[in-house]
Structures are given as C-alpha cells and as structure tokens.
C-alpha cells in the first residue's frame, strides 16, 4: 500500500511501472508525463516528491494551487503546475495566472474568457479539452458530439489545443473509454492523451496516455476526496 511516508518510494515504483507497461505496448506513446496530484495535501509533500526529481503537479483547484505553490521560492521556476480540476470563468485570471498547463477547458464560454485572459497577460498554459467520455450529467467535459466545434472555437479565438484528457465513469471499464479518447485524439489531430489515475494509470499507458494523473498512490489516501 502507499504511504504518506514513503512519496520518494512510492514515486520510484511507479516511474518503473510507467516505463515497463510503455516498454511492453504497442500503443503507448513513446513519452509518458507522470503528473503527481498533490491536491489536499501539504505543501512539504510537494517538497518531498520535488526532492525525488518530481517536478510535474497536478490540482484541482485554484485557490489551493495559488497557495500551496506560491511557498515554493525558486523550485516553483522548474516545476510544471497542471490545473486538472473544473475551471469557472469567475477563476479565469488566476487561473492562467498560476497554471503551465489547464487540462479542464470544456465549454465556449470558458474558451472566449481565456482567449482574453491569455492575451491579456501573454502567458500562455497548455490547453488540453476535457471530454466527457461517459456523457454523464454531473461531470465537466465536453460531449463527444461537441468536441470538433469547441475545437473550431478554440481555433478562431487563436487558442492551440494540445490534447485531450478524461475521467472514465467509476462503475465503467476504463479501457473503453481511454481507446475512445485516443480515437477522437487522432481524428482530430492531436498529440496529447491524459488518462489514467492511481487505479488505471498502467491500463491508461497501454492505450497510449501521454500523460497520466497519480494522487494517492503517490502522496497517500486523501482525508476527503476532491
Ligand atoms: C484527484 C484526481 C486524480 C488523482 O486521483 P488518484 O486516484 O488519487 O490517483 C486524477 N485526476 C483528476 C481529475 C483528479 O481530480
């Protein structure tokens, strides 16, 4: 099991893991970005996985992200901060503020509020669209019906998409849904794949995840989840 004591094993581990599943697939993309998502937890676990090389991290939330990253001194400059979690356009500005990476852009009126912040400040995070694979109600994400039109926004407000994540249905087989997202990647021209979490995340590299999305089994069980 993961240990809260242990991020610098736990880390060891999984790079091994990544590297033999990609080594053993024919699908796998020939580079695969671990993101560790340290939301809700300290910011000495940051430090801790940033003393073991890591320098990829993923939150959820803005604020928490602000914070937490904004004690970091002169490590901040080499770290790579993904935003992994539902964006509101009332978060936009600190959003490209504070993030290299927005993996959660999912809707027109998100896609006209960063095209401005983006120009506004010249900072430029990779975008990534989030697509609802599952097409469930409660979940953030573009449809699959809707994506090639939010690309084409995406394209006239002189925003460039760099790939797609998505977060499979729990109760789902998510080998399913990572072969779809690679599909409607491909159909649509793009390089990036972020799928799979600490449950699935050697499943996810097997159909080619270019980047995978790994919490708990690095950092521990979170006390409450999200
Ligand atoms: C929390 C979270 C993860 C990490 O989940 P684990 O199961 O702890 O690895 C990955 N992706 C998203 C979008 C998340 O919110």
């Given at each position: 099991?993961?240990?809260?004591?242990?991020?610098?094993?736990?880390?060891?581990?999984?790079?091994?893991?990544?590297?033999?599943?990609?080594?053993?697939?024919?699908?796998?993309?020939?580079?695969?970005?671990?993101?560790?998502?340290?939301?809700?937890?300290?910011?000495?676990?940051?430090?801790?996985?940033?003393?073991?090389?890591?320098?990829?991290?993923?939150?959820?939330?803005?604020?928490?992200?602000?914070?937490?990253?904004?004690?970091?001194?002169?490590?901040?400059?080499?770290?790579?901060?993904?935003?992994?979690?539902?964006?509101?356009?009332?978060?936009?500005?600190?959003?490209?503020?504070?993030?290299?990476?927005?993996?959660?852009?999912?809707?027109?009126?998100?896609?006209?509020?960063?095209?401005?912040?983006?120009?506004?400040?010249?900072?430029?995070?990779?975008?990534?669209?989030?697509?609802?694979?599952?097409?469930?109600?409660?979940?953030?994400?573009?449809?699959?019906?809707?994506?090639?039109?939010?690309?084409?926004?995406c394209e006239?407000?002189?925003?460039?998409?760099?790939?797609?994540?998505?977060?499979?249905p729990v109760?789902?087989?998510?080998?399913?849904?990572?072969?779809?997202?690679?599909?409607?990647?491909?159909?649509?021209?793009?390089?990036?794949?972020?799928?799979?979490?600490?449950?699935?995340?050697?499943?996810?590299?097997?159909?080619?995840?270019?980047?995978?999305?790994?919490?708990?089994?690095?950092?521990?069980?979170?006390?409450?989840?999200?």
């Amino acid at each position: 099991m993961p240990s809260e004591n242990n991020i610098s094993s736990n880390l060891s581990v999984i790079r091994d893991q990544i590297e033999d599943t990609r080594q053993n697939s024919n699908m796998s993309s020939e580079e695969v970005c671990l993101v560790a998502v340290s939301k809700t937890k300290p910011v000495e676990a940051v430090i801790e996985a940033y003393v073991a090389g890591q320098r990829v991290f993923g939150e959820n939330k803005v604020q928490e992200a602000q914070v937490k990253f904004s004690d970091l001194g002169q490590k901040r400059d080499d770290i790579e901060l993904h935003l992994i979690g539902p964006l509101q356009t009332n978060k936009v500005k600190e959003a490209v503020q504070t993030f290299d990476v927005i993996q959660t852009v999912d809707r027109p009126k998100l896609v006209k509020a960063l095209s401005k912040e983006i120009t506004k400040q010249d900072r430029h995070p990779k975008l990534f669209i989030q697509v609802n694979t599952g097409e469930e109600e409660q979940k953030a994400g573009v449809l699959p019906k809707d994506l090639s039109e939010l690309l084409d926004l995406c394209e006239a407000e002189g925003l460039k998409v760099s790939g797609l994540m998505c977060i499979p249905p729990v109760e789902e087989e998510p080998s399913l849904h990572f072969s779809f997202l690679s599909e409607l990647a491909k159909k649509n021209g793009l390089d990036s794949l972020s799928m799979g979490m600490s449950s699935d995340y050697e499943l996810a590299v097997r159909f080619g995840a270019t980047h995978v999305r790994v919490g708990s089994s690095i950092f521990g069980e979170r006390e409450y989840s999200k």
